[in-house]
């Protein structure tokens, strides 16, 4: 283990560009109108949950240290599948260390995407009171496929309402870490490269590009 680990204080913003519509869904549906429906704010705006892109980060970086031969807990590839239970966190993977986990809390802080205020000050009047606005989502409809008939199934038609494309949401990542030089270049690096958030992936949703910033 690299003995160069000390407490650093992070903090990023994290612009994210969705290229293609994208849903997250909100687990309800709109009778007669749509079956799923995307996250909103009580303002009616959608924004990205936190637990949505912290999952996504955590999943994507530690896919990266299994490739690069990091031990990390859970891990079927290491043969580590145990899960991190030292009384100091230092001793930890760097999966827990920085997103915790049930023992440890989370040392960084993600919070919701979220619109520009500019923006959000602008659409705050238009969607007020409309159930699905046509400026920033609209209703996908779908088919489920018999995988083994490779045919649509009889009465599965259902509508989705995605997030429009070319939107930007922006959101910060912040705290105090236990982790190496090597180890945040890799967790910044994991960000840069996520190229999809949220469902429907092999059907061409949610993907996006992420830039980010330190902030000093």
Request: neutral net charge; contains cysteine.
């Amino acid at each position: 283990k690299e003995r160069n680990m000390r407490e650093r204080s992070i903090q990023l913003e994290l612009n994210i560009t969705f290229k293609t519509p994208f849903i997250v869904g909100s687990g309800f549906g709109i009778a007669g109108l749509v079956d799923s429906t995307t996250v909103k704010g009580n303002d009616n705006i959608i924004y990205l949950p936190a637990s949505s892109l912290k999952g996504k980060i955590r999943s994507e970086f530690k896919k990266n240290m299994e490739a690069l031969n990091i031990p990390v807990c859970n891990s079927i590839i290491h043969s580590k599948t145990e899960i991190c239970k030292f009384s100091d966190i230092k001793d930890a993977c760097v999966v827990c260390r920085i997103f915790g986990s049930e023992y440890y809390q989370s040392s960084l802080v993600f919070e919701d995407g979220v619109i520009d205020v500019k923006t959000k000050e602008i659409l705050s009047e238009i969607v007020k009171d409309k159930v699905i606005p046509a400026c920033q989502s609209s209703v996908r409809p779908g088919i489920k496929i018999n995988r083994q008939l490779k045919t649509a199934e009889e009465g599965a038609l259902f509508t989705l309402e995605e997030v429009n494309p070319a939107i930007t949401l922006t959101t910060p990542i912040y705290g105090s870490c236990y982790i190496t030089d090597d180890e945040y270049s890799y967790f910044k690096g994991t960000i840069e490269t996520i190229t999809h958030i949220g469902g429907n992936k092999a059907g061409g949703m949610g993907r996006c590009s992420i830039t980010l910033r330190e902030v000093q």
